[in-house]
């Protein structure tokens, strides 16, 4: 997460880059929430795709996304 108060100055964008940028692997998935949120928009932009829904942590929906790296 980065906080509110640095966000719309890339930085979000540059350490997204450097974690999948190290990792040596061809795909790479995270969890956000569902619904409406900035994350979603802010994963699409970096090149996320929606691959899963409906899980739960609690009463919280999340979904999986994946970016393909190679």
């Known amino acids: 997460?980065?906080?509110?108060?640095?966000?719309?100055?890339?930085?979000?964008?540059?350490?997204?880059?450097?974690?999948?940028d190290g990792v040596?692997?061809?795909r790479v998935l995270l969890t956000?929430?569902?619904g409406p949120?900035?994350?979603r928009?802010?994963?699409?932009r970096q090149g996320f795709r929606e691959?899963?829904?409906?899980?739960a942590y609690g009463s919280t929906?999340?979904?999986v996304l994946a970016r393909d790296l190679s």
């Open 51 to 55: 691959v899963a829904g409906g899980l």
């Open 32 to 34: 956000t929430q569902d």
């Open 37 to 39: 949120n900035p994350a």
């Open 1 to 20: 997460m980065v906080a509110p108060q640095w966000h719309g100055r890339g930085l979000g964008g540059r350490l997204l880059s450097a974690l999948c």
């Open 24 to 26: 040596g692997l061809p």
């Open 41 to 44: 928009a802010f994963y699409a």
């Open 61 to 63: 929906p999340y979904l």
